[in-house]
C-alpha cells in the first residue's frame, strides 16, 4: 500500500504497569509489544511507520534499530499531543493509520479491513471500534443512530454512557489533511488536562467531515495492554494463537495447556510436542522429532526424528537422530552431530560431537571436540578451567573414555585411544594407546583382624 504512513504511538510510561521498564518494551511470546505491532504493520503492506518515542526513548530506539522513523515527544501531554509530533513528517495527501504500540493483538487483517472500509466510503476518519463484554477504562463510541458522534475517555463518560459496550481500540485511519487540520483545533478540556487524540473525531464532525467507524467482530485484536493482567490476558491469547497455527500445520502438541510456544519458533510437520515444554527465540524443530517432557529450549536447532527429553538447552545445535536426556543441559556452543547420545545429568557447552559420539551419564564437557563414535566414560569431565583462561580438549574418533576420568585441558586424545577408569589425564595420549594413571591398588590381606589384635 503506497501512499499509506503508520504512526505508532509509544512514548507514554505505562504507570499502571508499575515497570522500570517502558510499556512497549514488555515482552509477549518472545516478542516485545512494539515488535509485534511493527510486524503487524510490516505484514499489512505498510512501507513507511513512524514511532513516537519518549519515556525510555534511548532503550526504545536502540531497539526498533532503524525499522521505523523515530519522532520524539518530550512531554508526553496526551494521544492527541503525540500524533502532533509527527505532523512536520507527514503529507496531506497521505492516507494516515494511527496504531498504539501497547496494541500487540491487532491483526494485519484487521488494519487492512479498516484501510479498505476507510477508502471504499471515502471517510476523513475512520476509528476501528469493537464490542467488550468489559469495556472498563476504554473510550466508548457514543452514537447518535448509526452515526458516530463522539469518543468518551472512561473517566469522562457519565453513567450511562459507561454502559456502552462498543469501544475504541485506538486504532484510526485518516486523511492527513484532515488530520493536519483537526489536530491543531484539540484541547485539554477533559478529565485528565490531555490532549486526547479522540477529540479530532468532534471536530471533523463538526466541520461536517464524514467520519465512521469500522467495527471488529474479534474483540480480542482491541486488548490494550496497561497492567501485567493485561499482559498476562495477552500472552494467553497469543499463546493460543500459536498452537493452533502449528496443529492445523501438522504439529502434535499433546497438552495446549502445558505448552509455550514462541512467536518466532518454526515446528516441522509430525513434530510432537510433550507436556509442560517451552521452546522460545529463533528455536527450530524438524521433522518427527519428540520434545518433552518438561523440556525448555532457547534459540536450538533440533534435526529430524531427534528426541530430547526432561532438557534444558540454550543456543545448541542438535543433529538428526539424536537421543538427549532425561536431564541434560546444553549450553551454548554445542554443536552435535547425527545420532549423538547425551544422558542424564549431563553438562556439555561450546563443544563439538561428532556422528555416532555418546556422553550418557554424569558428564561435564566443555570446550570440547568429541570425534565420531567417541564413548564417553561416565564421570568424565574435562577440567577447561584453570582458574584463568579456558582450554580446550580433543578427544579422537572412537576413543574409548573410562568412567570417572578427569582430562585436564590442554589436551589431546587420539583416535581409538583408551583411557583407565579413574584416570586423571595431563598430557596427550597418541591414538591406539591405553593410558591408565593411578595409584597401584594394594591389598593388604587379613588387615582388619591384625589390627583388631
Ligand atoms: C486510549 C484511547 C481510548 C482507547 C484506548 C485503546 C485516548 C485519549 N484514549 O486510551 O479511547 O479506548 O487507548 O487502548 O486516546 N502515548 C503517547 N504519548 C502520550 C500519551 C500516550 O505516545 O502523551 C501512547 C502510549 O504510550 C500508548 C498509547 O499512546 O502506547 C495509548 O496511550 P494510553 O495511555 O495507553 O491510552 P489509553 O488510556 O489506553
Ligand atoms: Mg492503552
Given at each position: 500500500m503506497s501512499n499509506l504512513v503508520a504512526v505508532i504511538m509509544a512514548a507514554g510510561k505505562g504507570t499502571r504497569m508499575k515497570s522500570k521498564l517502558p510499556k512497549v518494551m514488555h515482552s509477549l511470546a518472545g516478542k516485545t509489544l512494539i515488535e509485534h505491532v511493527l510486524d503487524m504493520v510490516g505484514q499489512a503492506g505498510v512501507k513507511r511507520s513512524l514511532v513516537i518515542v519518549g519515556h525510555g526513548r534511548e532503550v526504545i530506539e536502540a531497539h526498533i534499530n532503524k525499522r521505523a522513523e523515530i519522532v520524539v515527544q518530550t512531554e508526553q501531554l496526551g494521544t492527541g499531543h503525540a500524533v502532533m509530533q509527527a505532523l512536520p513528517y507527514l503529507e496531506g495527501e497521505q492516507t494516515i493509520l494511527v496504531l498504539s504500540g501497547d496494541q500487540p493483538l491487532l491483526k494485519s487483517e484487521t488494519l487492512n479491513a479498516l484501510v479498505e472500509s476507510h477508502q471504499i466510503q471515502g471517510a476523513s476518519a475512520t476509528v476501528l471500534t469493537a464490542y467488550m463484554d468489559q469495556p472498563f477504562g476504554y473510550g466508548r463510541i457514543v452514537k447518535e443512530g448509526e452515526n458516530l458522534s463522539k469518543i468518551v475517555e472512561e473517566k469522562d463518560a457519565t453513567p450511562e454512557q459507561r454502559n456502552i459496550i462498543e469501544i475504541n481500540t485506538g486504532t484510526y485511519c485518516f486523511k492527513g489533511s484532515a488530520l493536519k487540520e483537526a489536530l491543531r483545533k484539540i484541547t485539554t478540556e477533559n478529565a485528565q488536562g490531555e490532549y486526547y487524540l479522540t477529540e479530532v473525531f468532534d471536530i471533523l464532525l463538526k466541520h461536517g467531515e464524514k467520519v465512521v467507524t469500522y467495527c471488529t467482530a474479534n474483540s480480542h485484536e482491541a486488548l490494550g495492554i496497561n497492567s501485567r493482567g493485561q499482559l498476562a490476558e495477552a500472552e494467553g491469547i497469543v499463546r493460543k494463537r500459536i498452537l493452533e497455527h502449528?496443529?492445523?500445520?501438522?504439529?502434535?502438541?499433546?497438552?495446549?495447556?502445558?505448552?509455550?510456544?514462541?512467536?518466532?519458533?518454526?515446528?516441522?510437520?509430525?513434530?510432537?510436542?510433550?507436556?509442560?515444554?517451552?521452546?522460545?527465540?529463533?528455536?527450530?524443530?524438524?521433522?518427527?522429532?519428540?520434545?518433552?517432557?518438561?523440556?525448555?529450549?532457547?534459540?536450538?536447532?533440533?534435526?529430524?526424528?531427534?528426541?530430547?527429553?526432561?532438557?534444558?538447552?540454550?543456543?545448541?545445535?542438535?543433529?538428526?537422530?539424536?537421543?538427549?536426556?532425561?536431564?541434560?543441559?546444553?549450553?551454548?556452543?554445542?554443536?552435535?552431530?547425527?545420532?549423538?547420545?547425551?544422558?542424564?545429568?549431563?553438562?556439555?557447552?561450546?563443544?563439538?560431537?561428532?556422528?555416532?559420539?555418546?556422553?550418557?551419564?554424569?558428564?561435564?564437557?566443555?570446550?570440547?571436540?568429541?570425534?565420531?563414535?567417541?564413548?564417553?566414560?561416565?564421570?568424565?569431565?574435562?577440567?577447561?578451567?584453570?582458574?584463568?583462561?579456558?582450554?580446550?580438549?580433543?578427544?579422537?574418533?572412537?576413543?574409548?573414555?573410562?568412567?570417572?576420568?578427569?582430562?585436564?585441558?590442554?589436551?589431546?586424545?587420539?583416535?581409538?585411544?583408551?583411557?583407565?577408569?579413574?584416570?586423571?589425564?595431563?598430557?596427550?595420549?597418541?591414538?591406539?594407546?591405553?593410558?591408565?594413571?593411578?595409584?597401584?591398588?594394594?591389598?593388604?590381606?587379613?588387615?582388619?583382624?591384625?589390627?583388631?589384635?
Open positions: 502449528w496443529m492445523a500445520e501438522g504439529v502434535t502438541i499433546v497438552d495446549p495447556a502445558s505448552t509455550f510456544i514462541d512467536t518466532e519458533v518454526v515446528l516441522a510437520q509430525d513434530v510432537t510436542i510433550l507436556p509442560f515444554t517451552r521452546l522460545s527465540g529463533k528455536t527450530r524443530i524438524e521433522e518427527d522429532a519428540v520434545i518433552g517432557p518438561q523440556t525448555s529450549m532457547d534459540n536450538c536447532i533440533v534435526g529430524c526424528g531427534s528426541e530430547v527429553t526432561y532438557t534444558v538447552a540454550k543456543e545448541a545445535l542438535i543433529g538428526e537422530r539424536c537421543h538427549i536426556g532425561p536431564f541434560s543441559y546444553l549450553r551454548p556452543g554445542t554443536k552435535l552431530e547425527a545420532e549423538v547420545k547425551v544422558g542424564d545429568f549431563v553438562e556439555i557447552k561450546n563443544s563439538w560431537i561428532e556422528t555416532g559420539a555418546k556422553v550418557p551419564h554424569l558428564s561435564y564437557i566443555g570446550d570440547t571436540h568429541i570425534g565420531k563414535s567417541a564413548n564417553i566414560g561416565a564421570g568424565t569431565i574435562t577440567c577447561n578451567y584453570d582458574g584463568v583462561k579456558k582450554h580446550p580438549t580433543k578427544i579422537g574418533a572412537h576413543a574409548f573414555i573410562g568412567s570417572n576420568t578427569n582430562l585436564v585441558a590442554p589436551l589431546e586424545i587420539g583416535d581409538y585411544a583408551v583411557t583407565g577408569a579413574g584416570s586423571t589425564i595431563t598430557k596427550n595420549v597418541p591414538e591406539k594407546a591405553l593410558v591408565v594413571e593411578r595409584g597401584q591398588q594394594m591389598v593388604k590381606e587379613h588387615w582388619h583382624r591384625e589390627k583388631m589384635k
